[in-house]
């Protein structure tokens, strides 16, 4: 199973719904079922593309997005919800799921998991120094 990946997918999916849909006055087409079929052949540029669009209508719907409707209520999965509050619900769901994928990731990469680059030699940490 690549559960980094399925996590993505997810996320990906469920963003879409609690963000881009609601601000873009869409039609919610998401599956979240199909978000979590085990696709083990689910590859890194899928991946990247993914991503990639997902911001790319985020910016969209942020650019064009009328603030004044923040209040407005929506129902999404069966919760009422205002705008604003599916937005602050969105963005705390995809932290937790962020928070997953770095510790999938460090368990997969062990040691070779660096999250901070950390000066070794004496010219590195005199550099870092200087540039405060």
Not at 16 to 44: G, H, P, T, Y
Not at 84 to 98: D, F
Not at 115 to 127: G, L, R, Y
């Amino acid at each position: 199973m690549n559960s980094i990946g399925m996590l993505i997918t997810h996320l990906c999916g469920s963003f879409r719904q609690w963000m881009i849909s609601i601000m873009n006055n869409e039609v919610d087409a998401r599956n979240r079922l199909a978000e979590f079929i085990n696709n083990k052949n689910i590859n890194k540029e899928t991946l990247v593309k993914l991503v990639l669009k997902l911001e790319s209508d985020y910016k969209t719907a942020i650019d064009n997005f009328d603030t004044s409707r923040f209040l407005e209520q929506r129902r999404i999965q069966g919760y009422k919800v205002t705008i604003m509050s599916a937005n602050i619900r969105a963005l705390t769901h995809l932290e937790g799921h962020i928070g997953q994928i770095v510790l999938l990731t460090r368990i997969q990469l062990g040691d070779a998991y660096k999250i901070f680059w950390t000066p070794k030699t004496p010219e590195e940490i005199s550099a870092r120094i200087l540039k405060r």
